[in-house]
């Protein structure tokens, strides 16, 4: 079993910076591929970017491509999401998941085993 927290979000003026941590309980974190989603009001939820146990593997949104980056600390159970040059249209809820039958990461929510509660993200114009 593993438990995710994300923090991190807030409110920041478009152009700004955010930095999302997820942070996972249990001793198998590093088993995991790991992945961040997002949720805007009224929209399904949508892929941002995935990272592999090791850091080796990433792969990004497009819509996100050269903005965000994604990273993982295994000593400390920890990944984060860099996102530089927020947009209006990056506002959500974000979520970072647990896959364990993907481990080189998925941009598919349906192979991740475990959610975090979501942090929300807004970016005003």
């Known amino acids: 079993q593993v438990q995710l927290v994300e923090s991190g979000g807030g409110l920041v003026q478009a152009g700004g910076s955010l930095r999302l941590s997820c942070a996972a309980s249990?001793?198998?974190?590093?088993?995991?591929?790991m992945g961040w989603f997002r949720q805007a009001p009224g929209k399904e939820r949508e892929f941002v970017a995935t990272i592999n146990w090791s850091g080796s593997i990433i792969y990004y949104a497009d819509s996100v491509k050269g903005r965000f980056t994604v990273s993982r600390d295994n000593a400390k159970n920890t990944v984060y999401l860099q996102m530089n040059s927020l947009k209006p249209e990056d506002t959500a809820v974000y979520y970072c998941?647990?896959?364990?039958?993907?481990?080189?990461?998925?941009?598919?929510?349906?192979?991740?085993?475990?959610w975090g509660q979501g942090t929300q993200v807004t970016v005003s114009s």
């Open positions: 998941a647990a896959s364990r039958i993907s481990p080189s990461g998925s941009r598919r929510d349906y192979e991740y085993d475990y």
């Open positions: 249990g001793r198998t974190f590093s088993t995991y591929a």
